[in-house]
């Protein structure tokens, strides 16, 4: 699959799988507490009766890029018509970004910088390019902020990626009042580059091959920087019944989930596939497991799959069983390189104690 293609898979047929707009009946889950936490949770399947379920998803995409190249002759003058070329052109004739006439100045590690913004694909995602020079290093940068909001996601987190760049250390210690989501910091002395970033999202190199056949080095390379919890999943399936607690109804549980298909905006098919589970334990108010399962989603003759870990819990409520499933994406690749993006024992721990479980009967 070439990168154009890829694009265009990543962004429009893994778009939003939200359709409708439900009526969540029951008191099991609490939504508004849900989007007090994260304001991306969408109900996008339910069935409600004596027995039901209630899925729910949380999707948004970003990309954050630093780029740099050694400061010549020929770029040392930088304003916003440099910019704008430079946006326009700097992923060649495969982007075709449009102008949308938001541009600027602005301030990076005390040397002034410019910066614009686009949109690619209809509007789907939103471009801003940031630009500076370091006459110290004898580089130019480049910060590629990116959002799809086909994804529903926020214009806030664009803001947030100028917000980061503006606290970017590309010569010196650059002290700045940070935003209080920038709580991890990325550092490598090898090419002298530091930021502060959301503990959720993960840099590493982009080592494209066409730019960098012979890896990154001081004078010429790109970070990449992206989310470990892009996708977001909750599951609350509930039955009448007088059974015990017990393993067997967990298994049982995530037997008829496998089962169950959901079809969402643009005939877009979504099921859970494969459940591996890793463990499964009894506690004082259930039973809980952790694992992965596959989700698979299908438009037309395009099949995309992601491996997702869950935690799962079985309880009851009143005279119903309810089982909750609730899941994070495990990203292993991108755009055909390597790139372990699943989330850490930090964020998976916020996620699932302080997202989650608060807003449910499970105590």
Known sequence: MSRKTAFLFLFLFLGPIIFGSFLVKTDSIDLNGLKRMDPGWEVYDESQGTD?????????????????????????????????????????????????????????????????????????????????????????????????????????????????????????????????????????????????????????????????PDGITKHRGSLWTLLTDSEKHIELHWKQSEDKVSETLFRQFLEEITQSESISEGSVQSRITEFRLNEIRKQQNGIRGEGTYTFRMTREDQTSEQSYRFAGCLYRENNKMVFLLASLVQLKGFWGMENDLSASGKVWNLFIEEEVLPNTKWR
């Not at 500076?132 to 940068?141: A, G, I, K, L, V």
């Not at 989501?181 to 066409?210: A, C, D, G």
């Open 52 to 212: 039901g379920f209630i899925k729910l998803h949380s999707s948004k995409w970003l990309m954050y890029f630093l780029h740099w190249r050694p400061l010549t002759e020929k770029n040392k003058d930088i304003s916003l018509e440099y910019v704008r070329h430079h946006l326009l052109n700097f992923w060649g004739e495969n982007m075709d970004f449009e102008l949308t006439g938001q541009e600027g100045e602005i301030e990076i590690c005390g040397h002034k910088g410019f910066y614009t913004q686009g949109t690619i694909y209809n509007g789907a995602v939103r471009t801003r390019f940031i630009v500076w020079n370091c006459p110290e290093t004898s580089r130019q940068f480049t910060a590629d902020c990116n959002i799809n909001v086909r994804k529903g996601t926020r214009q806030e987190f664009l803001d947030l990626q100028e917000e980061i760049t503006a606290a970017v250390s590309c010569h010196q210690s650059h002290k700045k009042d940070l935003d209080e989501r920038l709580t991890s910091v990325y550092h490598s002395p090898e090419w002298s580059i530091s930021f502060f970033k959301p503990s959720n999202w993960k840099t590493k190199p982009f080592l494209y091959k066409e730019w960098y």
